[in-house]
């Protein structure tokens, strides 16, 4: 059922605003946002560049807005600005990747911290069939990508028919054949999503994907759709499918990042004066307002005695997706070295922290841990700095302490993981960032399988099963069990090596090959890293030359899921918290410039106070000197 069309912001607030009133443009900014963010980040499937699409969005809005000569027209004259700028920014991008060939693998991988078909199930709780939409949008073309995204809004009665058709240059006829099509690859899209998705594969289908590198693309789609129409057991999996139209029917606005919003409205001053002139308030205006927080973007434009508060303000401050405000500049990965310590042959009896509560398959107690091998230090308190910084890629290590919720939010970290299926108590607005784990050999559970099933797309897989002290498994045992896995993880990381990831013949290695003989899924590499040598400049090459190396390999995301520096050698030696401050803040710049480089997670956030450690909080709330690093972080 179509919905009846939401009329947008009132007329006379869109006429206040055209006419140069601070409140008038604030209101209707605010009430502008969700829907291009809607429309953007579902056109552009999360892509890291939402946030940039969305600011020159409104910054041409604001421009414009007092040419505008119908005000009524406001709705559709604002979408079809959304949708010029997803083009023109898809047009550049297709540009790019021809100059820069060599990157275009790391480019094209989706983001599965970002990818906005995930993020749409996660934040508006999807289920069954409409999960399986959502998922299948990842499949469309980029014109279907950006029509999907008017229509899903159109669906869930933001957009009436007369806007869609309107921001596509198109008759209501010719929209509505459009429409229909898209709508006819979203539901060969959605058998592809069930059949792979299918408990136990078709043979034939397992050995289609045995060369896919699970990355949805227009040609994997036509082989993988000619393949189901031809096959009787995928035919029957695809069966019952309810139409799209009343999936998603009903359906409301993805939310805004509420955490993103508020600390830039908290950070934003008020304006400092009234408009003097309406005519070259419009252009001035927003110009200045943007050029405050991007130096250089509106070089062309001429500079304005005046600033923009209120909502108008977050939206040029940066927008959006959940905190990130620029794309990292892509780096190419040449063959490099393996650095010494983590391509170790013989790797050292224990690589587990004092600190850390590793969990165990079974109720069984956890081992035994060394301590550290020197006396602490004790570390003077610092006030917190005055912002946290978020960012989808920033996450941390967790284990029970006092006050655990408060001091995660504190971090400014968006996921959080505890080595188990187990949330340990975690709750507070980014407590949904939760990413399971099944530990070793004897968490695979029904419950535990289900618990992960549960808690959303991602899943981790077999903590350092290279390590007798830890999951201890040998890679013919983790292939077996790894049908099982990815039933429960639609976005499943390889198991966590401790070391050696990108050495020839290593565990990892000799289980990657087995995966993709076996035509088994692995979406993303986990790695876990630990630095030996504490000067910050060479432990931040050493850890860049290994990530380079391990995806240079394998060609896979990459998820850092423990890192810190700590020397395990000779028992257990910590750098010093003024030691891994200053290496947290150069690492995670490093991480930042590199695509491929999904996610990272810090090890970890408690603190002991008794023992040297690398944590980032105390049992007593106060951040350590690692911690304000970390919270400065993106």
């Not at 480019?107 to 939409?133: K, N, W, Y």
């Amino acid at each position: 059922m179509l919905g009846t069309g939401r009329g947008g912001p009132d007329t006379a607030m869109v006429t206040a605003a055209r006419d140069g009133d601070q409140q008038a443009l604030d209101a209707l900014v605010a009430d502008s946002l969700p829907l291009v963010y809607n429309i953007v980040g579902r056109a552009l499937n999360g892509h890291t560049d939402v946030d940039d699409v969305v600011q020159e969005t409104f910054l041409r809005v604001v421009r414009a807005l007092p040419d505008l000569r119908d005000p009524q027209a406001y709705r559709s004259w604002l979408v079809a600005i959304a949708v010029r700028q997803v083009r023109d920014h898809e047009q550049d991008r297709r540009t790019t990747q021809h100059r820069r060939a060599d990157l275009e693998t790391a480019e094209e991988m989706p983001d599965p911290a970002s990818d906005f078909a995930a993020v749409t199930i996660l934040r508006l709780g999807l289920t069954d069939q409409r999960r399986e939409v959502a998922e299948a949008t990842r499949w469309l073309d980029g014109d279907d990508q950006a029509l999907l995204a008017l229509w899903w809004l159109e669906e869930t009665g933001e957009l009436g028919r007369a806007d869609l058709a309107g921001a596509l240059g198109l008759s209501g006829r010719h929209a509505a054949v459009r429409v229909q099509r898209m709508k006819e690859q979203v539901q060969t899209a959605r058998t592809i999503v069930r059949a792979l998705r299918a408990d136990s594969g078709c043979p034939e289908l397992r050995a289609l994907t045995a060369n896919w590198n699970g990355i949805p693309s227009p040609l994997w789609r036509k082989r993988f759709a000619r393949h189901i129409r031809d096959c009787a057991v995928c035919q029957g999996r695809t069966a019952n499918l309810l139409p799209i139209d009343r999936l998603l029917s009903g359906l409301p606005l993805l939310p805004l990042p509420v955490g993103f919003a508020l600390h830039h409205l908290q950070a934003v001053p008020p304006a400092v004066e009234a408009v003097a002139h309406a005519t070259a308030w419009g252009t001035s205006h927003g110009a200045h307002a943007l050029e405050t927080t991007r130096p250089g973007l509106l070089a062309s434009l001429p500079p304005a005695p005046i600033t923009i508060g209120g909502a108008a303000a977050v939206i040029v401050t940066g927008v959006l997706v959940f905190g990130q405000l620029t794309a990292p500049a892509p780096e190419p990965a040449p063959p490099v070295a393996v650095p010494a310590q983590t391509a170790s042959p013989s790797p050292p009896p224990s690589r587990t922290p004092s600190a850390r509560a590793t969990p165990k398959p079974s109720p069984s107690p956890a081992p035994s841990r060394r301590k550290a091998s020197r006396t602490p230090t004790p570390t003077p308190t610092s006030p917190p700095p005055a912002s946290v910084a978020t960012s989808p890629r920033k996450g941390v290590g967790v284990w029970k302490m006092p006050g655990l919720s408060t001091a995660f939010a504190k971090s400014g970290a968006s996921w959080y993981y505890t080595w188990s299926t187990r949330r340990e108590g975690v709750t507070g607005p980014r407590a949904d960032g939760f990413v399971p784990m099944i530990w070793g050999s004897g968490s695979v559970t029904p419950e535990n399988l289900a618990q992960a099933r549960s808690a959303g797309p991602y899943l981790l897989a077999f903590n350092e099963p290279d390590l007798p002290q830890q999951a201890n498994m040998t890679v013919e045992e983790a292939l077996s069990l790894w049908p099982k896995l990815m039933s429960a993880g639609r976005v499943l990381s390889s198991p966590s090596v401790a070391f050696g990831a990108a050495t020839p013949g290593s565990w990892l290695d000799r289980f990657m090959s087995g995966a993709k003989e076996r035509g088994y899924r692995v979406d993303f590499i986990a790695l876990h890293w630990y630095g030996a040598d504490f000067r910050t400049e060479a432990a931040v090459g050493q850890l860049k030359s290994y990530v380079q190396a391990v995806y240079k390999r394998y060609r896979k995301p990459i998820w850092l899921t423990e890192y810190a520096l700590i020397d395990f050698s000779n028992g257990t030696r910590y750098a010093s918290d003024a030691q891994q401050a200053a290496f947290v803040t150069a690492s995670t710049k490093m991480l930042a410039s590199l695509p491929y480089v999904r996610r990272y997670a810090w090890f970890g956030l408690p603190s002991s106070e008794t023992e040297p450690n690398s944590g980032l909080f105390r049992s007593d709330g106060t951040v350590t000197r690692a911690g304000r690093a970390f919270q400065a972080a993106r």
